[in-house]
Antibody, heavy 127, light 112 residues
């Protein structure tokens, strides 16, 4: 079974650092991108960025560039989202998600919709 | 960046009634490699991650009831529920994956 497993919750103080994980299983980790999505309390979904674990090619949404770091460790099939200095405004649910891939010729694959999602990690930043 | 605009923000519909949600992209999201629109629809219920309903604007995911349908092309897309059931109460999001990724603001569907 294809799965993305995330820790349920993290509580931190403003200014602290944090790295949350997304453990993948049931598929070849290096063949698929993994993305991160923020959902602030009572709000909609916001795209943060995506990483290709095979070569760590990473793309960020302009809204999150410089605010977070996305990484992956192929050896343990895990993707990460990290902050160096948390703010209260980072309080949110964070989902990792894996897109389908489609082949469009000449050895190239494109990103399709996101069919596998983690359960989310609720990050609470409060003094 | 491609901006996705959904309407309405919320709607209340009687059980068994038809529900239509609109999504508009700020530019075309037609993928020339396959001539398909890079548009997905998701359903999110409270306390759950989003669930993929449709990709390529109208390709239904396995297990999604056929009362749900997706349509549209170019910049205008629609999600329709032909006969609303109680279990369809949720927030629905459109998403483009043509140029990186972006989501619409969501449409909350409730029972009248």
């Amino acid at each position: 079974e294809v799965q993305l497993v995330q820790p349920g919750a993290e509580m931190k103080k403003p200014g602290e650092s944090l790295k949350i994980s997304c453990k993948a299983s049931g598929y070849i980790f290096t063949n698929f991108w993994i993305g991160w999505v923020r959902q602030m309390p009572g709000k909609g979904l916001e795209w943060m960025g995506i990483i290709y674990p095979e070569d760590s090619d990473t793309r960020y949404s302009p809204s999150f560039q410089g605010q977070v770091t996305i990484s992956a460790d192929k050896s343990i099939t895990t993707a990460y989202l990290q902050w160096s200095s948390l703010r209260a405004s980072d309080t949110a649910m964070y989902f990792c998600a894996r897109p389908k891939m489609y082949y469009y010729g000449s050895g190239n694959y494109g990103i399709d919709a996101f069919d596998v999602w983690g359960q989310g990690t609720m990050v609470t930043v409060s003094s | 960046d491609i901006v996705m605009t959904q309407s309405p923000d919320s709607l209340a519909v009687s059980l068994g009634e038809r529900t239509t949600i609109h999504c508009k992209s700020s530019q075309t999201i037609l993928d020339s490699s396959n001539n398909k629109n890079s548009l997905a629809w998701y359903q999110q219920k409270p306390g759950q991650p989003p669930k993929l309903l449709f990709s390529w604007a109208s390709t239904r995911e396995s297990g999604v009831p056929d009362r749900f349908s997706g349509s549209g092309s170019g910049t205008d897309f629609t999600l329709t529920i032909s006969s609303l059931q109680a279990e369809d109460v949720a927030v629905y999001y459109c998403q483009q994956y043509y140029r990186t990724v972006s989501f619409g603001g969501g449409t909350k569907v409730e029972i009248k």
